[in-house]
């Protein structure tokens, strides 16, 4: 089992910026990749970035289109941390953005994350 924890979220001015944390406890050293995914109300849960886990050095991280150059998603392995840090926010970011974990080498599906967080919300007021 691997716990996830996130914090940071709250409301912002389109433009500004924000760092989301998630904290990571259990069976971290099973983990492939950690993500970060977001659910606007109405909407289904989308994909955001994602960063590999596994292995010290060289790290990969991909992101979606729409928060590509925007968003930096980041990791310190020593405290077991991961981080997504949002500038240039847009009014379309607001939601509630959960954190997640992957024991296998996945993708962009969210049904394919073993454990998630309980989610921070994140509003932008334009």
């Known amino acids: 089992q691997v716990q996830l924890v996130e914090s940071g979220g709250g409301l912002v001015q389109a433009g500004g910026s924000l760092r989301l944390s998630c904290a990571a406890s259990?069976?971290?050293?099973?983990?492939?990749?950690m993500g970060w995914f977001r659910q606007a109300p109405g909407k289904e849960r989308e994909f955001v970035a994602r960063?590999?886990?596994?292995?010290?050095?060289?790290?990969?991280?991909n992101y979606a289109d729409s928060v590509k150059g925007r968003f930096s998603i980041s990791r310190d392995s020593a405290k077991i941390m991961v981080y997504l840090q949002m500038n240039s926010r847009k009014p379309e970011d607001t939601a509630v953005y959960f954190c997640?974990?992957?024991?296998?080498?996945?993708?962009?599906?969210?049904?394919?994350?073993?454990?998630w967080g309980q989610g921070t919300q994140v509003t932008v007021s334009s």
């Open positions: 997640a974990a992957a024991g296998a080498p996945v993708l962009t599906d969210p049904g394919t994350y073993d454990y």
């Open positions: 259990g069976r971290t050293f099973s983990t492939y990749y």
């Open positions: 960063i590999s886990w596994k292995g010290s050095g060289a790290y990969y991280t």
